[in-house]
């Protein structure tokens, strides 16, 4: 079984420009998470969709920063434009909508370099 | 507010025992989660206590959960390099989904 998948693994732009990161959840799981890892420091939850709703989006930084999930399958991360600050790794996980533990399956994560 | 710390950096010998700490704030939490990221991966679930529960063991694996304390352990018995990693520790917060809090992260170093 596939696990979770992001692309790119990594990307580097100018500020100012826009970044489009990908997410491809465990087929069959309801729920999607973004997160994201700045300057080595806590995971910081971003938002959660459960199919293709937005449950949760209280750790958008900004309006910056857009997420969808069109018909509940893969998800999309743009923001549009960088700005330095933004630069971190952008972790997704997905999980089960009956998970017995809460476990979230994570992707390796897509590295942002905004120069 | 909800946030977990945990130390940053961890030193251990191989083959000694490793403890990595870690204090969290939402005394709600049901389930409390030991995450370990290796190098160039994504995060992977090492292991998870219940809240009801005050310890678990799993192979080198001990958990120890301090409700009064809202104190949290990993000790990792015979510590080899293959333990290398960043261990995250993470709470759920009430809400009824799967909202994960995560600290910063301890790097384990482990030494021959």
């Known amino acids: 079984e596939a696990g979770v998948t992001q692309f790119p693994s990594h990307s580097v732009i100018e500020k100012g420009q826009t970044v489009t990161l990908r997410c491809d959840p465990i087929?069959?799981?309801?729920?999607l998470y973004w997160y994201r890892r700045v300057m080595g420091k806590e995971i910081k939850f971003l938002l959660h969709f459960v199919k293709e709703s937005k449950q949760d989006e209280s750790g958008m930084p900004n309006n910056r920063f857009l997420a969808e999930r069109t018909g509940g399958t893969y998800s999309t991360l743009k923001v549009q434009p960088a700005e330095l600050e933004d630069s971190g790794v952008y972790f997704c996980?997905?999980?089960?909508?009956?998970?017995?533990?809460?476990?979230?399956?994570f992707g390796e994560g897509s590295r942002l370099t905004v120069l | 507010g909800e946030d977990v710390e945990q130390s940053l950096f961890l030193s251990v010998r191989e083959g000694d025992s490793s403890v990595i700490n870690c204090t969290y704030t939402?005394?709600?939490?049901?389930?409390l989660y030991w995450y370990k990221q290796e190098p160039g991966a994504g995060l992977q679930l090492l292991t998870y206590?219940?809240?009801?529960?005050d310890m678990k063991q799993d192979q080198r694996l001990t958990v120890l959960l301090n409700k009064k304390d809202k104190h949290l352990s990993l000790r990792i018995a015979d510590t080899q390099t293959g333990d290398s990693a960043i261990y995250f520790c993470?709470?759920?917060?009430?809400?009824?989904?799967?909202?994960?809090?995560f600290g910063a992260g301890t790097r384990l170093a482990v030494h021959p």
């Open positions: 087929s069959g799981h309801d729920n």
């Open positions: 939402d005394s709600s939490s049901t389930y």
């Open positions: 993470a709470e759920t917060i009430s809400g009824g989904y799967n909202k994960l809090i």
């Open positions: 996980a997905s999980s089960p909508s009956r998970g017995l533990t809460g476990e979230l399956f």
């Open positions: 206590i219940f809240s009801n529960m």
